[in-house]
């Protein structure tokens, strides 16, 4: 018995408008969307207990999975989708902290990246009252500055890491994390400010560069969901399992 399955005609339209509408959208952008499941694919894989900084790492690879389709949905229908970036800004920003903060084993150095994040919020917030950082051609101040302090927290990172002789940095998932990191936020810098380029030539290539970091950093993020993590490599406390001394 044959069974025909019946769409209605105007869910069918909205299929074929889809479709067409990611037909047109370059090949690195349909890279970019793949990437962004990858980490939480990943994670899924692992099938293992996290530590609180795996932990915040899903969670931020979630949340930019989401703000990844919301933004494909309100291009489908041409809405600015502005506030989409401060979503991305203060959640990246509070939670890789977060992350850098688990790794510190200085009392005071912990304290000091916690109490980055609340200032921050402050910063974001009197930017925004001074500026509307959503309107096109703005200057991307608040993101720009995240992207600075976050870039110089994680190549630090990094060099404790590869100055650690007890860490095999590319079997640590700290290391993945930092990498990727320093990658988008390093790479991005210029182009989070890059209000002036609004509808100039060089914008699509400009933001083809920036497409292309995210998918390196959804790339080094998924790494570090595979690796094991520290709590697993040795008998210590979670809490001080992720500790760099």
């Not at 994680?154 to 990191?181: E, K, Q």
Request: aromatic share 14%.
């Amino acid at each position: 018995m044959n069974t025909i399955i019946y769409f209605p005609h105007i869910f069918r339209a909205v299929f074929e408008k889809l479709a067409a509408f990611l037909a047109q959208a370059p090949g690195i952008i349909h890279i970019s969307w793949i990437s962004s499941f990858l980490p939480l694919a990943a994670a899924t894989r692992a099938g293992r207990l996290f530590t609180r900084g795996k932990q915040a790492l899903l969670l931020l690879c979630l949340i930019d999975m989401l703000c990844e389709i919301t933004a494909l949905g309100y291009a489908f229908f041409r809405e600015p989708n502005g506030w989409l970036i401060h979503v991305l800004t203060l959640s990246e920003f509070s939670l890789l902290m977060l992350i850098f903060s688990y790794w510190e084993a200085n009392p005071n150095r912990r304290k000091y990246l916690r109490w980055s994040i609340p200032v921050f919020w402050a910063v974001w917030l009197l930017i925004n009252l001074a500026v509307n950082e959503s309107a096109p051609g703005q200057l991307n101040y608040s993101r720009a500055i995240a992207a600075i302090i976050l870039a110089l927290i994680a190549g630090y990172m990094l060099y404790r890491l590869a100055v650690n002789p007890l860490i095999v940095p590319s079997r640590d998932y700290r290391f993945w994390v930092a990498l990727g990191a320093l990658l988008y936020f390093g790479g991005n810098i210029f182009i989070f400010a890059q209000g002036f380029l609004a509808n100039s030539p060089v914008q699509a290539l400009v933001w083809q560069f920036h497409v292309g970091f995210n998918i390196l950093r959804n790339l080094a993020f998924t790494a570090a969901m595979l690796c094991r993590s520290p709590r697993e490599d040795r008998m210590e406390t979670a809490a001080g399992a992720e500790r760099l001394v």
